[in-house]
């Protein structure tokens, strides 16, 4: 058993971090310019996030690598830096995070299987590479995150597994459909999710992004109706973005968001940060929550 | 003969693109688009007719269920597959002149964005009912708009976007398109977009799914 997933099994709730994304933009990050770029370009503001993650109490940091494949990376014409711009992300994480934890971020490429626009093995050798540099970096585990496809994720499970020695964890993006239930773009349920992603090796499964914190509430109710045991992990959204004179606003506070912490851990999570357009004020709250303050 | 066209659109409703075709399941060794759209060009039914009476039923069924979250993209993708099939056996037919299409759609995903899966799926479903699609990719600046504009005269522009920080770019875009050309119709769609800023930004349309475009389209050429 890996070291973060013990710490869920003597009971612990871990508090991970907030948005990497939206928060790059607010430093400068240009449209159309590559956020993993900046882990050679501007080590120092990555660094920054980071830290900001650390002071405001996260337990567990992720990297700036969410679009850290080559399919990713190769739009940008640095298909080949993969494994230095992995390992420079790990690295930066790493020196912020001190004993706590590091989570090495691998979005969806992108690419869809079923239109035969990748085979599964060129998706595999992609998330294999990338993870390599992750570990290389002193990533503790991966987070594979914001998956909508099965296949995609469970291939990006197995190359991280069969091919590092960290710790696998695997979220995937649900919306509401207009009858209720959930379903990912690609119309994959948390029921349906469960059971694949666990066979394929991740040790600690969940939901991130989508609409808000409310509905993740539903998100890991389902799981837990399928499975007691595995540790589940919720990175919610500041709700969804609203457009103000030429700036998008995440309009969900940090004390909204601290409201319903402790709806999300008697549903069952283990592990709880955020994702767009959370920052360190919204986290600091969830982690005044959980220590009961 | 008109069998021909009800089948023709019940493969592109359920995606099934020939007989070896695997998928769907239920449809397993009966005739897909392919083959089916060759007999009824055989049988001398007019392309103009598969066209309008085979596929475009066929997109509108599954545009439909698209939006009621009765299918996903998955389906959609392989309803277009079929679609595309069956369009390559008419694109003869395109090429003289001899079927009509309804008007041309320029689509691309705007200025520092490069996601693509959500633009091409709203192509494939212009073009299978019945539209021209010109597609110009990911990352499309202002004048790319522009200049594919005064190729295609009358055309309509459809703007993409996934990220929250690129709907700046959609509106800068929105804004060059109106200035240099004040009568082009701009219909927007995208993750983060919604009517709300549709109006802000000066566009034409906003569709929170393809069958909506499609709507929006057709309601231009009624």
């Known amino acids: ?293 | 003969m008109s069998d021909l066209l009800t089948k023709i659109s019940d493969c592109i409703e359920f995606g099934k693109i020939n007989k070896a075709a695997p998928y769907p399941p239920q449809m397993k060794d009966m005739d897909g688009t392919d083959e089916l759209t060759r007999q009824a060009l055989d049988s001398g039914i007019s392309a103009q007719k598969i066209l309008s009476e085979g596929l475009m039923p066929g997109m509108e069924k599954v545009g439909v269920k698209f939006r009621e979250n009765k299918v996903f993209v998955p389906q959609v993708l392989m309803s277009a597959k079929a679609m595309s099939t069956a369009l390559l056996h008419l694109k003869p037919y395109f090429l003289t002149g001899e079927v009509k299409q309804k008007g041309t759609l320029i689509i691309g995903t705007v200025e520092g964005d490069l996601h693509d899966i959500g633009k091409n799926l709203v192509s494939m479903m212009v073009e299978g009912n019945g539209w021209k699609v010109v597609d110009l990719g990911t990352d499309v600046s202002a004048d790319k708009f522009v200049e594919a504009l005064r190729e295609n005269e009358n055309a309509i522009v459809g703007l993409s976007a996934l990220l929250t920080t690129t709907m700046v770019s959609m509106e800068r875009i929105t804004k060059a398109i109106k200035e240099a050309m004040p009568f082009a119709k701009i219909a927007v769609g995208g993750a983060p977009v919604n009517d709300d800023f549709r109006q802000r930004i000066g566009a034409d349309a906003y569709s929170p799914d393809p069958q909506g475009l499609v709507e929006y389209l057709n309601s231009l050429v009624a």
Request: aromatic share 6%; glycine share 12%.
């Open chain 1, 1 to 293: 058993m890996g070291k973060i997933v013990e710490l869920i099994k003597r009971g612990e709730i871990l508090v991970s971090d907030g948005a990497w994304g939206t928060f790059l933009q607010q430093m400068g990050l240009q449209p159309g310019e590559c956020p993993e770029e900046w882990n050679s370009k501007y080590p120092e503001k990555v660094l920054e996030i980071a830290q900001s993650y650390i002071d405001a109490g996260s337990d567990l940091i992720e990297t700036n690598s969410f679009g850290g494949t080559r399919f990713k990376l190769e739009k940008y014409g640095l298909g080949d830096k993969v494994f230095e711009l992995n390992k420079a992300a790990a690295e930066i994480s790493r020196k912020a995070a001190g004993d706590k934890f590091v989570l090495g971020s691998v979005g969806p490429t992108g690419k869809i299987l079923m239109m035969g626009d990748v085979t599964e093995e060129e998706l595999y050798d992609a998330f294999k590479e990338q993870a390599k540099g992750l570990e290389a970096g002193g990533a503790d585990a991966i987070m594979i995150e914001t998956m909508t496809d099965l296949d995609e994720a469970r291939l990006a499970i197995r190359a991280a597994k069969e091919n590092t020695k960290m710790e696998v964890f695997c979220t995937m993006t649900f919306e509401k459909t207009v009858d209720g239930t959930f379903r990912s773009m690609m119309g994959v349920s948390p029921t349906d999710m469960v059971t694949t992603i666990i066979d394929a090796g991740a040790e600690l499964i969940g939901a991130n992004c989508g609409n808000g914190i409310a509905n993740m509430i539903g998100i890991v109710e389902e799981i837990r109706r399928i499975n007691k045991d595995i540790p589940v992990l919720v990175h919610a959204n500041a709700g969804m973005p609203v457009y103000k004179d030429g700036e998008t606003v995440f309009p969900e506070s940090p004390e909204e968001m601290a409201m319903l912490i402790p709806k999300i851990i008697s549903a069952g999570a283990n592990m709880i940060g955020g994702c767009c357009g959370t920052t360190p004020e919204h986290i600091q709250k969830v982690r005044e929550i959980v220590d009961g303050k």
